[in-house]
């Protein structure tokens, strides 16, 4: 006979309480149907009667104790025993988790006349004669010389119609995989065209965690987003503090992340860690609302970031290696994002110091005039809002209004420091200052948007302006706004050699001058946010901030 494995039942096939009850029901009705008999099973580690089993009275007589001595390397189904009018026939089977067992069953291979004997058959039954007679004749014919090839076909079947249910298994398998393949390349894809500068480390991660929802199973999921700079060091916004984000509840805190990770010995270097409960329901695990575990570092190089971590499986199921694998590549997106964003605020700060000290150099050339830049910068916001320029476009304006007078560290003292009027040699002197501080500035790449401000800033709008005489919409459109705020601040601000001018009067002058020597829109945006300015220009400020959206709402805030 052809040697085959032994079928393996579909797990489909089994009840939801986890035991083989199913199977092995489901194996005897086949093979009843089959062979026309009552089949008993036996567990081939032990050979031992299965409780659940529903057992014939034949399963304990002569053929039920031949069955262990016989069936001990029986991997294909086999006749054991012939007998007048029965044939013992067994057959092998493996269940859905490779539990072995032997089916076995006595099959009628001839009826009894009145007149044959008996005897022997009822002796192997462990039955009388007359019993015995009954049985056989109440039972269909499987001939002897039928019955090897009928049981090659039915092996054959059963081998047949297991290998479809592996393959069906296998198809519904791969299609899962597949799915959650697409789906996780589809966030990766997600996130990496997300990965902006201008996207804020929490904005990412509300992202990130909503994304990985879909396609880890997991009843929370986590980021602990660590600290990056200290609260005094900071001119733009940073974060300072423990930010902890979650899907689903939150089993652990910052301090308790961090005590996790310290008990792990997990650094910004480590590999994705996975914990099921071969750890976790160790004595001494202090988390006991943790059962399953990943966890990973957010990290760029050396530095770290902070975690990403999922805890414990919906279906009670342990974590493998593909949400491991899955976490570990968010978390390497979310580090690289990070790890950007740390270094261009790093590069704004460094930016920040540069125009603090010209800021400062500025004061310390011209002390009358000392908080001039700064009162300039904030009145060219406000004008910006009023005009509806985007954040970009009032970032520069506000950059351009701190460092739009640098050219006059260039100045003579003597010209720039005298309290009366300038002769017209020294007012020639003077008006060299735009062009001084484009020079001046004109090496720094980060801070070519403000050039054009810095030196166009005393255009005027008829062309009787300085430097080179613009006119009109030739004159770059931030400095026009520059123009309406250092103008404002030079009549409003008190000096050695007079008063600042009542704010009547300024708006008068603006009034008269718009489409002569200033943008019309300019003035008209100017007198309409005539309230914010006039506060602008009472309080100065204790520190100078670069960050607009910083100090324009805790401005808004007093207001």
């Known amino acids: 006979m052809q040697q085959l494995s032994a079928p393996v039942l579909s797990h489909e096939a089994r009840t939801p309480s986890g035991k083989p009850h199913a199977e092995i029901a489901g194996l005897k009705t086949e093979l009843s149907t089959w062979f026309g008999a009552e089949f008993a099973i036996w567990k081939r580690d032990r050979w031992e009667p299965l409780p659940f089993d529903d057992r014939p009275a034949w399963a304990n007589s002569l053929l039920g104790q031949l069955i262990p001595r016989r069936a001990l390397d029986t991997v294909v189904p086999q006749i054991l025993t012939e007998h007048d009018f029965f044939s013992l026939l067994t057959v092998p089977y493996t269940d ?14 001839r009826h009894p006349s009145y007149a044959d004997d008996v005897s022997e058959d009822a002796a192997w039954l462990g039955w009388d004669e007359s019993i015995t007679r009954h049985w056989l004749l109440g039972h269909a014919v499987i001939p002897r010389d039928v019955l090897p090839r009928l049981t090659a076909a039915v092996w054959g079947r059963m081998s047949a119609e297991r290998q479809t249910q592996r393959l069906e298994r296998e198809v519904v398998t791969l299609s899962h995989n597949l799915s959650s393949t697409y789906e996780e390349i589809s966030l990766l894809y997600g996130l990496t065209h997300n990965l902006r500068i201008s ?45 902890v984000m979650s899907r689903g509840r939150q089993v652990l805190d910052a301090a308790q992340m961090h005590k996790l990770t310290d008990t792990l010995e997990l650094g910004p270097t480590s590999k994705p860690l996975v914990a099921n409960r071969n750890v976790t329901s160790s004595r001494d695990w202090p988390f006991p609302a943790i059962r399953e575990l990943i966890v990973t570092p957010l990290a760029e190089g050396d530095h770290l970031f902070g975690w990403l971590a999922a805890f414990n499986h919906r279906e009670g199921k342990e974590f493998g290696t593909i949400e491991a694998s899955l976490l570990s590549s968010v978390s390497a997106i979310l580090g690289i994002h990070g790890g950007n964003r ?100 004109c090496d720094i790449k980060q801070l070519s948007d403000v050039l054009p401000v810095v030196l166009h800033h005393h255009e005027q709008w008829n062309g009787r302006g300085y430097p080179h005489g613009l006119a009109g919409e030739a004159i770059p459109y931030l400095a026009r706004i520059c123009a309406v705020a ?15 001018m009542p704010e009547a009067r300024v708006v008068q002058i603006f009034q008269e001058g718009a489409g002569v020597q200033w943008d019309r829109n300019v003035v008209a945006a100017f007198i309409a946010a005539i309230e914010d300015i006039r ?25």
């Not at 991660?205 to 879909?214: I, P, Q, R, V, Y």
């Not at 005009?387 to 640098?406: E, F, N, P, R, S």
């Not at 009472?538 to 805030?557: K, M, N, P, T």
Request: proline share 4%; aromatic share 6%.
């Open 96 to 109: 859905s988790e490779r539990q072995q067992y032997v089916a076995a069953a006595p099959v009628v291979t």
């Open 199 to 243: 996207n804020s480390d929490e904005e990412f991660a509300e992202t990130a965690l909503s994304w990985l929802t879909e396609c880890v199973s997991a009843e929370s999921l986590s980021l602990y987003l660590a600290p990056v700079a200290k609260a005094e060091e900071v001119t733009y916004r940073a974060r300072t503090e423990s930010v």
């Open 342 to 441: 740390e270094l261009y605020r790093q590069q704004n700060e460094l930016l920040a110091s540069v125009v603090r000290a010209l800021t400062s150099a500025i004061d310390a050339k011209d002390p009358y005039t000392c908080g001039h830049s700064d009162r300039v910068a904030r009145v060219a916001v406000r004008i910006a809002q009023e005009l509806g320029c985007c954040t970009k476009t009032v970032q520069t304006i506000y950059m351009a209004g701190l460092v739009h007078d640098i050219g006059k560290i260039g100045i003579s003292d003597a010209v720039l420091r005298k309290p009366g009027s300038l002769t017209p040699e020294e007012f020639e002197h003077i008006k060299l200052h735009p062009e001084l501080g484009y020079k001046i500035l």
């Open 486 to 500: 250092d103008a404002y601040d030079a009549m409003s601000s008190d000096r050695p050699y007079r008063k600042g």
């Open 535 to 559: 506060r602008i220009g009472q309080h100065e400020r204790a520190g100078l901030s670069l960050d607009v959206q910083r100090w324009a709402e805790a401005q808004a805030s007093q207001s």
